[in-house]
């Protein structure tokens, strides 16, 4: 049992690694639409699934005490936190860190441009309209792909 509270690896090591991988995700994570980060269907479930693992075996490597495994996951809370507050803090980080809002319809025109950056189809934003309970694309003022993956939609003042 004592063994499980013994470090096997130097600190140094254990925050590197969380750190590197961390990063590493966060950075693979910024570039990849916003629409596959904010709706997870099953394939990116797997996805995630296998990613985490991978991600844990090499912020792990070698480790096996509980002391290891503990102060990588610390290592790795406090990066998110810090992230956090820097996002917060300082507009310029949050510049880098997150995506910004994409306009996907102006004034009932699609932006097909916008549509094929996100990877999204005609048909999934018709279906986020009608999820709206609007079914006329003309009715539609904006409709934005705001940065959490969700569509927001403001109706023409006519319309209502």
């Not at 004592?2 to 090591?13: K, V």
């Not at 997870?40 to 699934?49: G, Q, W």
């Not at 495994?69 to 936190?81: P, W």
């Not at 950056?117 to 792909?145: F, M, P, S, Y």
Request: charged share 20%.
């Amino acid at each position: 049992m004592a063994d499980a509270f013994r470090l096997e690896m130097p600190l140094w090591e254990i925050a590197a690694r969380a750190a590197i991988v961390y990063l590493a995700i966060a950075l693979v994570i910024r570039f990849i639409p916003k629409r596959h980060t904010g709706n997870v269907s099953p394939n990116d479930l797997i996805a995630l699934i296998i990613v985490g693992t991978l991600a844990a075996d090499a912020i792990l490597g070698q480790a096996k005490t509980l002391l290891d495994i503990l102060l990588m996951a610390i290592v790795v809370l406090v990066l998110d936190y810090l992230c956090n507050v820097l996002e917060y803090y300082f507009p310029p980080f949050r510049k880098i860190a997150q995506d910004t809002p994409t306009l996907l319809i102006h004034n009932g025109a699609i932006v097909e441009k916008n549509l094929r950056h996100e990877k999204l189809t005609e048909q999934e934003l018709l279906a986020a309209l009608r999820k709206h309970g609007i079914d006329d694309i003309n009715r539609v003022k904006q409709a934005v792909l705001e940065v959490d993956g969700q569509i927001s939609v403001i109706e023409k003042e006519s319309a209502r």
